[in-house]
C-alpha cells in the first residue's frame, strides 16, 4: 500500500495473518491427504482436524465433539436456524431486527419474529421476552453488531431464558428453548467463553479475524437437536458433509487462538483511536451523529451520519484519497436499500444514505486514523 492508502474496512474482511498462512501452507502440498483415507499419513492429517477441534474447544470451554467446522459463517447461521426449524417443525424463532441477513433471511423461511432495539442497538430484553411464546425452540441474538459495533448483553438474554425455560418446565412444556449468538465480529475483542455466555449455539468466522474466509465453527452444545443441512459422506460426525477444507480448519483455529490472545490489548488500543477519530470528525463535520452506542460497543468500529451527504459518494471520494471503508453492510454483496440495521436504530432513509463506516484493524494507528478523519472533514467542506 502506498503512504496514503488506508484500509478502513476490517468488519468486511481482514488480511491473513502471515503465522497463520504459515500454518495453512502445507495443507495445500505435503499434507493434502484426505482424511477419511485409511493410510497414516491421512490418519496424521485426521490427528491434525480433532486437535484443532481440541484448541477450538478450549477456547470456547466446550466438549470437541461440540465444535463443528463450517465454511464460513454463513453456513454455520444457516445451519443452526434451519437445523432447529426443521427438527421442531412446530416451532417458531425469535430474532433481534439487527441480525446479519445470514441469520435474519433463514429466519423468515419459518414462523419468526423480530425483536426491537433500542437508538443505540441495544437489544430491548422486555420485547424480547415478550416475543417468546411457547412454541418458541430458538432464540438468536447477534454478539456484536456488524454494522454500528453494538455489544449485545447476551449473559442477561440467557438469564432471562433460563427463568422462561423454568416457567415451562413447571407447565409441562418439553419444548427446548435454544439460544443462539452470531459472534463473527466479537471474537477479535471479546470473551467467547459459552458456558459464561450461557449459549447453546455460536458461530463463528475466520474471514474477520485475520484468517482464511470461508472457515468458522458452529458450536453446537451436546444437549441440543438440530437436522444437518449439508448431507453427504458423513464429514464432522455427520453435521457437515464434505471432504474436510484443511488447510481452513487449520488457518481458522491458528487465527482464533491469536485473535483471543491479543484480544484485551487490541481492545485498549483500538478504544484509544476510536476516541481519536470520533473527537476528530466531531471537531470538523457539523451536526455529525454517532451511530450506535458510546458504550457497550466494539473498540473497532465507527459509525457515523453526516447530514445532507450522500454515503456512495463520499466513499468514492475517500477511495480517491486512498480510504477504504464502507456504508450499510459490507458484508451483502448487492443491497440497494438502505441498510435493515441503521432503520432498526430509527433512523430516516435519508439519515441512513448518510451514514459511513470505519472499521479499524490490527494494522490501525493514529497516523491513518488522523488522515481519515482529517480527510473526511477536507471533503465535506469542500
Ligand atoms: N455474521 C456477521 C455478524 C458478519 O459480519 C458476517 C460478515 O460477512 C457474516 C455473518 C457472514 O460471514 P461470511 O460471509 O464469511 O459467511
Redesign the pocket.
Known sequence: MSRNTVYLDY?AATPVEPRVLAVMRPYFTDRFYNPSATYLRAVNVRKDIEAARGRVALILGSRPSEIIFTA????A?NLVIRGVLEEYTDGNVVVSSIE?D?VLQPARLYQHKEALVSPQGIVDMDALRELIDEHTVLVSV?YAN?EVGSVQPIRHIALMLEEVRYARRKAGNERPLYLHT?A??AANYLDLHVAGLGVDFM?L?G??IYGP?QS?ILFAAARTRLKPQIVGGGQERGWRGGTENIAGIMGFTAALELAQQQRVQETVRLKGLQQLFFAIAENNIPGLAVNGPRKHRLPNNVHIMIPGQDNERLLMQLDEAGIMAAAGSA?SASDEEPSHVLKALGLSDEAARSSLRFSMGRPTNEDAVRYAASTLGNIIAR
Open positions: 468488519a464460513g459463517a454463513t453456513e447461521n446479519h445470514s447477534i456488524n452470531d463473527a465480529q458461530t468466522n474471514g474477520k474466509k468458522g458484508c
